[in-house]
């Protein structure tokens, strides 16, 4: 066999490969645009439900869950809890890291319990938008085609962690102080 045909024949598995890899390329490329599409049906779906009217003058919108709670109450919160799953879902299709996944639950915990006092409650979903907050996290990551978490992501997540550890020792520790005073 000569020096030309056994060169040639390595060259075989060399096109093979860099053909594989042009082909995963473009399977990630197809994928991210999927993806790109999804975000934006999905951020469509959030400007709806909390911006579709603006306040003249200001950055303040109201949108169809504010208007729909105020007629049927409830009917709001469980638009926005279903809005709320959606982009989790998004976020994980997507590959959001799991710590910015946490900080959107962070999002939707803190407006479910502001959202549960009477009345304010109401006024609360106005001013926290967590799916506003949540699509903004998402779309963060949007132009990336593997997501990495910020260190403001780790600091939110432990700081939200610390006080949760504390509401939950500070009732122990005051019950056990008083136990102690009586006994």
Known sequence: MSAHAATFTADVPAVSIESSAVADAE??????????DEVEKVGTMVRWLEDIVRVP???FGIGLDAL??????????????AMALSLLVTAMRRGVPRVVVLRMFLN?????????????????DLVWRSN????ELLER????????A??????IVTAAVALVGASVAAPVFAVGYLLGLLF
């Open 27 to 36: 399977r990630m490329a197809d994928t991210h645009l999927a993806r790109t």
């Open 57 to 59: 003058g200001t950055k």
């Open 68 to 81: 729909l709670g105020f007629v049927l109450p409830g009917v709001g919160d469980a638009v926005t809890g």
């Open 108 to 124: 939707i915990a803190v407006d479910v319990v502001g959202g549960l006092v009477p009345v304010l409650g109401d006024a609360f």
């Open 132 to 135: 506003v907050r949540n699509l």
């Open 141 to 148: 990551h949007q132009g990336e085609l593997e997501p990495k």
């Open 150 to 155: 910020r260190p403001g992501d780790y600091a």
